[in-house]
């Protein structure tokens, strides 16, 4: 009886782990995206990453602390009340508990600033503004005639990587990981005439070699360099736009970065085909929804088909699918549990979008 019974564990057990290196198979990157929480949401965001992410397979968190942490090595970059070594360990605690892959995001280059509010690196750094001429407004409307919608730093400016590879490094360490987002999407101000060091040059170098200079710091500990992919795609020629791809000529710089760089391909409205560009170009790629179920649906459907469909050398470039979140975590888990409407009434709403596409992963056999 005994023995039976040990077979009888043993199978399941099998079974078990084909299923798991099945869905691997199909969509080795199965991740969500959000802001770092608040230090008084940290206990709930944890049971969430416990008891709704595990469950779901995700298997990669990417937190976005940006300044949302008491960063030792620079302690002037700190928001006030920001996140502490502790409360991370909390995080990066659970996360192995559950096998998942935990990832810090601090954007690099572009968002530098939001709305009518100058984030720390420039607040405290104003030198390394790319725009120094353009001053912050009291109040923030879309458009306006500076164009300004995020601040960049300068890549060209000498003392620039010095402090944002410490919190990087500082960063990674806390988190324990073996990958970096650098954000580094929507960057509308690169290359400025105005700048004594980057006017006149190509737009689409500077991006390329902003990208080059923080891989080669990551590989150095073995850290991968992941993206948006956004600047990376001619927005005129495929129709995308001025804010999913790119009107400002960066995305040339598609063939000028490490292969190893990997692209987290974002678009909310269409399934579109780009994750096919990217593998193209010898690139990893991850598909990103935000809060429209129909498109996420269609997303993943396509990436377990271009995984399934293309040749042995294109397969592995095809990543996986991530959910994007871009509301606080508190916020987010506010309406994930009250399963809120969206303003409409309707049912596009971030975590809709979330569990109708999971739901679908999980269905997978
Ligand atoms: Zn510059």
């Not at 502490?84 to 810090?104: G, Q, T």
């Not at 490094?169 to 004594?196: K, L, R, T, W």
């Not at 088909?305 to 397969?315: I, V």
């Amino acid at each position: 009886m005994k023995q039976y019974i040990f077979c009888l564990l043993m199978i399941i057990a099998s079974s078990t782990i084909s299923a798991q290196q099945q869905l691997d198979s199909l969509l080795p990157v199965r991740g969500f995206c959000i802001a770092a929480p608040a230090p008084n949401d940290l206990d709930r965001f944890i049971k969430f990453v416990d008891e709704e992410l595990a469950p779901r397979k995700v298997n990669t968190l990417i937190l976005r602390v940006d300044y949302n942490y008491q960063y030792k090595s620079h302690p002037e970059l700190a928001d006030t009340g920001a996140l502490s070594e502790s409360d991370i360990k909390k995080i990066v605690a659970v996360c192995k508990k559950d096998n998942i892959n935990l990832i810090p995001q601090v954007n690099l280059l572009g968002h530098q600033s939001w709305a009518s509010k100058t984030n720390k690196l420039l607040a405290v750094y104003p030198q390394f503004d790319e725009t120094p001429n353009v001053k912050m407004p009291e109040h923030y409307e879309w458009p306006n005639a500076d164009n300004l919608y995020c601040k960049s730093y300068c890549p060209l400016h000498r003392e620039v990587h010095k402090i944002v590879f410490d919190i990087v490094d500082e960063i990674c360490d806390v988190f324990e990981s073996n990958a970096f987002h650098a954000g580094m999407d929507e960057v509308f101000y690169i290359g400025e005439p105005q700048c004594p060091r980057c006017g006149g040059r190509d737009k689409a170098e500077l991006f390329a070699g902003e990208v080059r200079t923080i891989d080669e710091h990551l590989q150095q500990k073995n850290r991968a360099l992941w993206i948006w992919g956004d600047r990376l795609i001619d927005g005129k020629t495929t129709g995308i736009g001025e804010w999913e791809a790119s009107y400002n000529n960066t995305y040339r710089a598609v063939d000028m970065i490490p292969k190893d760089v990997v692209i987290c391909d974002w678009h909310y409205e269409r399934a579109d085909k780009t994750p096919v560009y990217f593998a193209m170009k010898g690139l990893h790629v991850i598909t990103c929804p935000w809060n429209r179920p129909q498109v996420a649906l269609q997303q993943t459907d396509d990436m377990i088909n271009f995984r399934a469909t293309s040749t042995e050398e294109m397969q592995p470039n095809f990543y996986g699918m991530m959910q994007t979140v871009w509301m606080g975590a508190g916020n987010f888990m506010d309406g994930f549990y009250a399963n809120k409407p969206d303003r409409k009434g309707g049912t596009n709403t971030d975590w809709n979008c979330f569990k109708t596409m999971f739901d679908k992963i999980g269905s997978i056999k």
